[in-house]
T-cell receptor, first 117, second 110 residues
Framework: NAGVMQNPRHLVRRRGQEARLRCSPMKGHSHVYWYRQLPEEGLKFMVY????????ESGMPKERFSAEFPKEGPSILRIQQVVRGDSAAYFCASSPPLYRASDYGYTFGSGTRLTVV | GEDVEQSLFLSVREGDSSVINCTYT??????LYWYKQEPGAGLQLLTYIFSNMDMKQDQRLTVLLNKKDKHLSLRIADTQTGDSAIYFCAAAGSARQLTFGSGTQLTVLP
């Protein structure tokens, strides 16, 4: 049973380009969480999705960032017109429908490290 | 909102005990976690404690919780070089979000 899979592991984009980060949840999991880790900082919550629905996007920047989790396929975090400040590690976690962080913590993927040059 | 703070660096000698400290602000945070992150890797859940507990021990790991002071600590006994990593404290209330501290870089010296 594979864990949470993220790809690519490393992504380099020039300023102004688009970045697409993918997250495949664990088998049987229908909920996905995205977190961002800026250099030398802890992880910050961005968005929580279930299939075809955004549940909580309170941590998402208002512009240029969007997330989706379609009925089929991985969850996608999309960053349009990237800027240097978007350089960070982006982590994904997944859970079954009734699971909460207050249960036993989440399992995270290995992350995508985005570098904007 | 919740704020979680940790000291940034800790160095210990191999074989000694390490104690990593964390404070949080939201008294309604009822679930607290410790994660380990090795270079270039994701986060590994090490252990967790619920707010109705004062202490939890799991092999070399001991978690102490002082609810009154909103202080959490992680003690690693007999610290090994493989324990060198960044350790994150995280808090969760009833919501599905985790609030993380900035991490403590643990360096184990031979």
């Amino acid at each position: 049973n594979a864990g949470v899979m993220q790809n690519p592991r490393h992504l380099v984009r020039r300023r102004g380009q688009e970045a697409r980060l993918r997250c495949s949840p664990m088998k049987g999991h229908s909920h996905v969480y995205w977190y961002r880790q800026l250099p030398e900082e802890g992880l910050k919550f961005m968005v929580y999705l279930q299939k075809e629905n955004i549940i909580d996007e309170s941590g998402m920047p208002k512009e240029r960032f969007s997330a989706e989790f379609p009925k089929e396929g991985p969850s996608i975090l999309r960053i349009q017109q990237v800027v240097r400040g978007d350089s960070a590690a982006y982590f994904c976690a997944s859970s079954p429908p009734l699971y909460r962080a207050s249960d036993y913590g989440y399992t995270f993927g290995s992350g995508t490290r985005l570098t904007v040059v | 909102g919740e704020d979680v703070e940790q000291s940034l660096f800790l160095s210990v000698r191999e074989g000694d005990s390490s104690v990593i400290n964390c404070t949080y602000t939201d008294s309604s945070s009822t679930y607290l976690y410790w994660y380990k992150q090795e270079p270039g890797a994701g986060l590994q859940l090490l252990t967790y404690i619920f707010s109705n507990m004062d202490m939890k021990q799991d092999q070399r790991l001991t978690v102490l919780l002082n609810k009154k002071d909103k202080h959490l600590s992680l003690r690693i006994a007999d610290t090994q070089t493989g324990d060198s990593a960044i350790y994150f404290c995280a808090a969760a209330g009833s919501a599905r979000q985790l609030t993380f501290g900035s991490g403590t870089q643990l360096t184990v010296l031979p």
